[in-house]
């Protein structure tokens, strides 16, 4: 029974009451619509308790599902951007050293066939 039904339950149990107080079906009445009234009130509330276990549960499943998806998610970010690091890291070691071999190829030849000045090769 909700509130408004009891309201008016009440309102009109009470007027007859007042009109006949010797009435006692009508004061068995009153106290039963009490009474009802707490049975109703016990069971939409263990009806919403209920509810917002359920929700509270499907709340902390979501938390869980999206705290692992973005774990995941961060994990996958790092180990790419490590990834692209070292390579990045290997490609420019790579290119340093083969830059160094050039300079020193032509340093040798330079060396080795007089083209540097103040040179004799023959000397």
Not at 19 to 39: C, D, H
Not at 43 to 60: M, P
Not at 78 to 101: D, L
Request: glycine share 2%; with cysteine; aromatic share 8%.
């Amino acid at each position: 029974m909700n509130s408004e039904d009891f309201n008016k339950c009440r309102e009109f149990l009470e007027s007859q009451i007042k009109e006949a107080p010797e009435n006692k079906e009508l004061l068995a009445a009153y106290q039963r619509l009490f009474e009802l009234k707490s049975e109703f009130d016990k069971e939409t509330n263990k009806a919403v308790i209920e509810k917002e276990i359920r929700e509270a549960e499907i709340q902390a499943n979501l938390n869980a599902t999206v705290h692992t998806n973005n774990t995941d998610y961060d994990k996958a970010v790092h180990s790419n951007n490590t990834n692209f690091n070292m390579n990045a890291g290997n490609n420019h070691a790579a290119n340093f050293q083969h830059q160094q071999t050039q300079y020193a190829g032509v340093a040798n030849n330079a060396i080795n066939n007089g083209w540097l000045p103040h040179q004799n090769p023959n000397v």
